[in-house]
């Protein structure tokens, strides 16, 4: 049996070959592979000695070559395939160990130079990968250093029979994960070339080029984590999928302790409640009903965030979608026991909290870990482009990550905002950008009073959060109110004050926003400016 090892990244890569000469398995490889193992005490051949053709071009031809991908290609039960490789003295290669120049990675670091990024695409391992894939009933194709023990594990068990094999099963899945490999390096290079403003009278070894958020082709890569019951509708079907490389602290990332498995409604209002309440620095709790958040609060921990979020409304909160930016304790956990909660997160659960839960054994326990913040939507946790699919194609956009600081204020009322009421109009302006257009929503004391969310008309989002303040017996006198546009008419600025508000932020931008300024200091309440919009649909 006869090993091709070539490889970027050695990780592991000196213990594997190690234990397939131990296997009795023949040793091939190039370059700074082969001078790896050779250093090690490895019998390793050259794969220079066997084309008897030398590595050329700085590299760029080591592989390319009927000895090596006549090895990989020939299929062992047709006797014309193997009549062919006798009559021109090829062996077959049986393992092949791939994996490609670090492209993604290079392209990723600031300053990257057009001349680095072309020097990093890999072209003979790639084409190795793909026949080897290609003739994977006969050749075991290993792309990744976590694939080593399930290889080595049946190997061993095999040699122990007295020959060396690979199952069919596992042959076949290698093979997959070897061109979903080559699927995700080549949509890679895609990506990069096809974002680059070329301008040729700048090109040197030094170029550093212009590249577009907006490649001119798109290619996502996407890991399926598992088929779902259904989709938003039981007639739909339905799989969850996740980013190739996860953002520490998204959704995702996080592991269910016990519960029902997730459904495809679950899923996107558990992301929405996520999202929501990871903004949050304070202790704080975010309930979500079909995709809004029909309760939100900050308190001093999980117990008092969650009572003050439950009150804004009991009744959106039956059955919802439960996130906690913080640890829940047994005190806590009780008192969520109470209502009936589809999921509930955290970023960590004490025994006794998780101990409460035992005996309800359908609720959703999700534990994610908290981003460790940052700059970048990365850092945070967050998503850097949203997608949303049209017939035939798809919108893309940067996430909506702007958080607003209180030095972005503009107040444009005679009356000026409390230090209170400044920070109320912090906490509302945050939870309205998850809220559904056209969204209203009043605050105070660091928790939701009344939520209108997803109405045609502003001023029926108005009155519904007025409604719903009423219904929770909430009182609206003194809340700040966040709309998450700006308000056309004064109509919807005299709405929420009739119903008790005494300061409202909103995004500003109407070509009558003079007649709304108006109206505030006619009715004696302040306004702020945003400057910024949330639509969220």
């Known amino acids: 049996m006869n090993a091709l090892l070539s490889v970027s990244d050695k990780t592991g890569i000196v213990d594997f070959a190690k234990a397939l000469h131990a296997l009795g398995i023949r040793l091939l490889s190039t370059g700074g592979t082969a001078q790896l193992l050779a250093k090690e005490g490895l019998p390793v051949t050259e794969v220079a000695e066997v084309t008897q053709f030398p590595e050329m071009l700085d590299g760029r031809v080591k592989t390319l070559h009927p000895k090596v991908h006549g090895g990989l290609l020939a299929r062992r039960e047709l006797p014309a395939h193997m009549a062919a490789l006798k009559e021109h003295g090829i062996d077959t290669i049986d393992l092949l160990v791939v994996n490609l120049y670090p492209f993604e990675a290079t392209v990723a670091k600031a300053g990257c130079t057009l001349a680095d990024a072309i020097e990093n695409i890999d072209i003979g391992g790639p084409a190795m990968v793909r026949s080897a894939a290609k003739n994977w009933a006969d050749v075991g194709v290993i792309t990744a250093a976590d694939q080593y023990d399930a290889v080595l594990a049946e190997l061993k068990a095999t040699h122990g029979q007295g020959s060396c094999k690979l199952s069919d099963k596992l042959r076949f899945a290698l093979s997959v994960a070897a061109f979903n490999r080559i699927a995700q390096y080549d949509g890679a290079i895609s990506d990069y070339l096809s974002s680059v403003t070329f301008e040729e009278e700048k090109l040197s070894e030094t170029y550093v080029p212009e590249r577009s958020q907006f490649p001119g082709q798109s290619n996502g890569a996407f890991i399926k984590v598992q088929d779902l019951r259904y989709g938003e509708n039981s007639h739909q079907q339905a799989a969850l999928y996740r980013d190739l490389h996860p953002a520490p602290g998204s959704l995702v990332t996080g592991v269910q302790l016990q519960g029902k498995e997730l459904s495809y409604n679950n899923i ?149 905002p409390t230090a209170e009421e400044q920070n109320d109009l912090l906490f509302a302006w945050k939870v309205a950008k998850y809220v559904k257009s056209n969204a209203i929503v009043f605050c105070k004391g660091g928790m939701t009073m009344g939520v209108g969310a997803g109405q045609m008309s502003r001023l029926d989002s108005a009155r519904i959060a007025s409604i719903k303040a009423g219904h929770a017996n909430l009182s609206l006198a003194g809340t700040v109110v966040a709309s998450d546009a700006f308000f056309p008419f004064r109509d919807g600025l005299d709405v929420v004050v009739d119903h008790g508000a005494t300061c409202v932020i909103q995004p500003g931008g109407s070509m009558r926003d003079q007649e709304v300024i108006d109206a505030a200091n006619e009715r004696g309440v302040s306004m702020v400016f945003s400057g910024v919009r949330h639509f969220r649909h």
């Open 268 to 416: 996107a209002d558990a992301d929405a409640a996520w999202e929501c309440v990871k903004g949050f620095d304070a202790a704080a709790c975010v309930i979500v009903k079909h995709a809004n958040p029909c309760g939100v609060a900050v308190g001093l921990d999980a117990l008092d965030s969650y009572s003050k979020a439950f009150q804004t409304d009991p009744t959106s909160a039956f059955g919802g979608i439960i996130a906690l930016n913080t640890e829940l304790d047994e005190a806590g956990a009780q008192q969520i026991s109470k209502q009936f909660v589809e999921v509930l997160m955290a970023p960590s659960f004490t025994p006794a909290a998780l101990e409460v839960f035992k005996s309800k054994v359908n609720v959703r326990i999700l534990q994610i870990d908290l981003p460790k913040g940052g700059t970048t939507p990365w850092d945070q946790g967050r998503n850097l482009m949203d997608m949303k699919r049209i017939g035939s194609g798809i919108l893309l956009q940067t996430a909506d990550n702007h958080e607003l600081a209180l030095s972005d204020l503009k107040v444009v009322t005679t009356k000026q």
